[in-house]
């Protein structure tokens, strides 16, 4: 492997590389050890080399926005780990449609938007995730989805370049045809409609929801679990007098018991044990299975 590592950091010569790049700097939970080499390409042809590198080469490879939703594992990640984050962005409009770079965070394309005059993003000028993440897993909040106003994805799917119109079937409650590493996201529009006056006001109502029920002052990936049909997890979670309920360094959250955080110094074992504790009590008392939103990647992650 590091002979084959070595080689694909000489056919990326000139693209940005960082060797044995600790995962906890590129993550929201601040958790993760080293990937062997961490891939920042600037554009789409990068990106493709990058690509088409790690495959011919047979590197095992990871593809990742802002790290908003992701659990790395303490050993960290074998290969290439290709982040597509700001040195991959730009906003665009032409009318009412905004397209947007994959690596551009969601936050400030919503708040692009309520700059310009326009609404339907309003929902998401508070999550810290990029576009290309953000369709990967049909992100939402407060009644809106990305499937919502998503006219338009350009991706590379199957190893080609295509630009696909969705349709229904594409996305679900946090699905979307567009993840990787099936399909790379490159670029979404959005069609949007001239603010009815009270976008930013709504726009500030849910920040201020977020500030107040979210326990934003610590590492966390956002809510930890999925909601389970017909519930809410939080309350579940709740419920089962576990808020607070703490392994390590990782707790269940005493504002929203629906988060998981990093309370100082927690491992991506403490969290793995955390939520496994979660499931079961969840499911002993209630019945209900919690599938983790979050996603847990690298050497010897565990399997919940």
């Known amino acids: 492997m590091k002979q084959k590592l070595e080689l694909c950091a000489q056919r990326l010569n000139g693209c940005k590389l960082i060797q044995n790049a600790p995962m906890k700097d590129y993550t929201s939970f601040r958790i993760g050890g080293p990937a062997d080499l961490l891939f920042l390409p600037q554009n789409s042809d990068e990106l493709i080399l990058g690509l088409d590198t790690a495959k011919e080469l047979g590197i095992p490879y990871v593809v990742m926005g802002n790290g908003s939703n992701m659990l790395i594992s303490d050993k960290g990640i074998e290969g290439l780990v290709i ?43 508070g999550i810290p995730g990029t576009i290309g993440g953000a369709v990967a897993m049909n992100a939402g909040a407060y009644g809106g989805e990305i499937k919502h106003i998503l006219t338009k994805v350009e991706c590379i799917a199957a190893g080609e370049l295509k630009c696909i119109i969705p349709d229904d079937k594409d996305m679900a409650y946090r699905y979307s045809r567009f993840s990787a590493p099936n399909t790379i996201v490159l670029s979404a529009e959005f069609s949007l409609s001239p603010d009815d006056g009270s976008a930013r006001e709504r726009a500030r109502e849910y920040c201020e929801s977020r500030r107040i029920k979210q326990p934003l002052n610590y590492p966390s990936a956002g809510s930890t679990f999925k909601r389970p049909t017909g519930h809410y997890a939080g309350a579940l979670i709740e419920q089962a007098g576990l808020k607070g309920f703490k392994v390590g360094g990782a707790e269940v959250s005493t504002l929203h018991a629906g988060f998981v955080i990093n309370t100082g110094g927690a491992t991506c074992d403490d969290v793995c044990t955390l939520i496994k504790e979660v499931q079961d009590r969840v499911y002993d008392r209630f019945g209900v299975n919690l599938e983790p939103e979050v996603k847990i990647i690298g050497r010897d992650v565990c399997s919940l």
């Open 83 to 125: 982040r597509i984050g700001p040195d991959f962005s730009g906003i665009q409009y032409d009318g009412c449609t905004q397209k947007v770079l994959a690596g551009t965070l969601l936050c400030l394309a919503a708040n692009d938007s309520l700059d310009k005059g326009f609404m339907g993003l309003e929902w998401a000028t």
